[in-house]
C-alpha cells in the first residue's frame, strides 16, 4: 500500500501542508489511519474519503468527501480549524497532538475530556494528561462532568497513537525537504515537534 498509494497523493498532501504549516508526513499518516489512501473509503458510521470526512463536515468545507485532492485539502483545513479553536495556554507541542482526538472524537468531547482532567486538578492543556482521561468519558459516573455525554475516548486515544507511529514510520522513510526546499520550505512551527513522534 505504501509503494502504491502514497506517490499518487504526495503532491497534494505536501501542498496541504504548506497551505496550513503541517508536515506533510503527519496529513499522510492521519489519511493512512482514517482510510488507508483509499479514496473511495467508508466507514459504518457514514464517514468517507481519504479524510473521513462526514457529510456535514465536508459540506460547510465547501468540498466533495469522493475526490481524493479535495479531501485531502479540506480534511487538513478541518484539522487546522480544530487547532485554532484550542485554548491559548495550550504549548505547540500540545497543539496537533489535542487536534487529533478532536478530529477522531469531536471537539466537544475533546473539551469533555478536559472537563474531566480539570475536575481532577489536572494539567488540561497537556496531552499525556487528557490522554489518560478521554477514557473516562465512556464511563456514566462521569457523564455529569461532560456537557456532551458519553463517548468513547478510547478510541481517539488509540487514534492519536496510531497516526503518531505511522508518522514515525514515515519520517523514517520519507526525505524531511520538499520536492522544491527553495519554494517550500518544511514549516517552522514543526521544527520542535517532531521530537515528540
Known amino acids: ?26 496529513l499522510a499518516a492521519l489519511s493512512y489511519q482514517e482510510s ?46 480544530l487547532q485554532a479553536r484550542l485554548d491559548d495556554e495550550i504549548t505547540t507541542e500540545n497543539q496537533p497532538l489535542l487536534a ?16 474531566v482532567a480539570q475536575h481532577m486538578n489536572k494539567d488540561s492543556s497537556e496531552w499525556a494528561i487528557v490522554k489518560a482521561h478521554l477514557p473516562l468519558l465512556a464511563k456514566e459516573k462521569f457523564a455529569k462532568q461532560t456537557r456532551y455525554g458519553r463517548a468513547r475516548g478510547g478510541q481517539a486515544v488509540r487514534y492519536v497513537e496510531g497516526v503518531r507511529r505511522y508518522f514515525s514510520i514515515l519520517r523514517l522513510l520519507e526525505p ?21 513522534f
Request: overall charge neutral; glycine content about 8%.
Open 100 to 115: 487529533l482526538a478532536a478530529y477522531n472524537l469531536g471537539f466537544g468531547h475533546l473539551k469533555d475530556a478536559q472537563r
Open 1 to 26: 500500500k505504501y509503494a502504491s498509494a502514497l506517490p499518487q497523493f504526495r503532491d497534494e498532501f505536501e501542498q496541504a501542508a504548506y497551505d496550513h504549516e503541517y508536515d506533510w508526513r503527519l
Open 176 to 196: 524531511t525537504n520538499w520536492a522544491d526546499p527553495a519554494k517550500r520550505p518544511v514549516p517552522q512551527f514543526w521544527h520542535g515537534l517532531s521530537v515528540l
Open 36 to 81: 488507508h489512501w483509499n479514496p473511495n473509503a467508508r466507514s459504518p458510521t457514514g464517514v468517507r474519503g481519504m479524510m473521513m470526512l462526514t457529510a456535514n463536515t465536508a459540506k460547510e468545507l465547501g468540498v466533495s468527501r469522493l475526490d481524493p485532492i479535495e479531501s485531502i485539502h479540506g480534511g487538513t483545513r478541518y484539522l487546522a480549524t
